[in-house]
């Protein structure tokens, strides 16, 4: 079945790294993405990882993929406060229609 | 320049009123799509269309409905049925075949 799990709150101090997690069930996904969410916006692509991928590096932003524990993280380097927002993972099946399943979402608070 | 938009932003209704939200893409998009958004609850999916004149039912389609007549245009209707229809709505759009949607701004629906 398709399920994508992150946990809701994440707070963290100007500078450090942040880390946000998230599961799927799923082991046919083909695409995990992480979207952000600003307040009272919509959300924006920040990256994307192919299932065939173990690491991909953007900047400050850093997806790791573990496949075997279907485990998708997002490591945000020196943590700024335009970071606070809430991060979406979520996943494209394979053979599927191409409509993302997502997480709830996790609230990155960054305070000083 | 190339966006979606979403209209009006921000919208009051009185029980037992039908309201209709806009949204229009100018990317050429195929697909386009329609969430609601209620805290703690990520985004789920109410009606998707991926051509012109078809669409499909979401994951929570009761009480919507949706129409799309134009390749840019994919309106929501939120009928007097829907039991709870306060919320945030969210419209994407992705070209065919790929996760990657694009967002609008959102519409803050409030029934009094």
């Known amino acids: 079945g398709e399920d994508v799990e992150q946990s809701l709150f994440l707070s963290v101090r100007e500078g450090d790294s942040s880390v946000i997690n998230c599961t799927y069930t799923?082991?046919?996904?083909?695409?995990l993405y992480w979207y952000k969410q600003e307040p009272g916006a919509g959300l924006q692509l920040l990256t994307y990882?192919?299932?065939?991928?173990d690491m991909k590096q953007d900047q400050r932003l850093t997806v790791l993929l573990n496949k075997k524990d279907k485990h998708l993280s997002l490591r945000i380097a020196d943590t700024q406060t335009g970071d606070s927002a809430i991060y979406f993972c979520a996943e494209i099946l394979s053979g599927g229609s191409y409509i993302p399943t997502f997480g709830r979402g996790t609230s990155l608070i960054v305070h000083p | 320049d190339g966006g979606i938009t979403q209209s009006p932003k921000y919208l009051f209704r009185k029980e037992g009123q039908n309201v209709t939200l806009s949204c229009e893409q100018n990317l050429n998009h195929d697909a386009m799509y329609w969430y609601r958004q209620d805290p703690g609850q990520g985004l789920r999916l109410i009606y998707y269309s991926q051509i012109v004149n078809d669409f499909q039912k979401g994951d929570i389609a009761e009480g919507y409905s949706v129409s799309r007549e134009k390749k840019e245009s994919f309106p929501l209707t939120v009928t007097s049925a829907q039991k709870n229809p306060t919320a945030f709505y969210l419209c994407?759009?992705?070209?065919?075949?790929?996760?990657?949607?694009?967002f609008g701004e959102g519409s803050r629906l409030t029934v009094l």
């Open positions: 994407a759009s992705s070209m065919s075949n790929t996760g990657e949607l694009f």
């Open positions: 799923d082991s046919s996904s083909t695409y």
């Open positions: 990882i192919f299932s065939n991928m």
